[in-house]
């Protein structure tokens, strides 16, 4: 079992885990009954909001999953998850999309240097845009950030790219670079 987040009591633990449950069910509206009931000291947690922002975007509310990735970044600026959220979430709700996202996510970029995940977005919302070049660089950029995470396996974020169809038009680019060494 994963230790506990840092200040959440073990009831709201408790809420959060059994959130999560509900969601691997694919029980949005249970999972979302559960997030009602955490206390009011815990609901602005980094726990709850990455929870919080899993209900709302699997139950496709995506104006209230952008509205928590908000509330993410305003309150725990220095933790990628929110931007990441963010983004994700502008690009899907009403009056959002790619642009937005990636406008929303650009900031991010410089501010997790080792974070691949965001340049690998912004490559995702460039291709969609048909901004090819700017989609290679951001793919290579999240390609090299994956390589240097000591705890990763290697190659993973290659494997996603080749599933994603936000990258389709890159798969030819993809396939043609030089496999990622595995760690000696």
Known sequence: ????????????????????????????????REMEAVSKAARLHPATLDVRHAVASSAGNWATAHQVGELFVQHHPD???????????????????IELALQLLLPALDRFPDCPFIPYNLACYACLLNDLPRAMRWYSVAEERDLRQTNHRRGTLRKMAMADLDLVALHPWIRGLPQPLRPS
């Open 79 to 97: 933790l990628n998850a929110g931007w990441i959220h963010r983004s994700y979430a502008a690009r899907r709700m009403p009056g959002g999309g």
């Open 1 to 32: 079992m994963a230790p506990a987040p840092d200040g959440l009591e073990p009831g709201d633990l408790h809420r959060l885990r059994a959130a999560q449950g509900w969601l691997e069910l694919g029980l949005p509206v249970e999972a979302n």
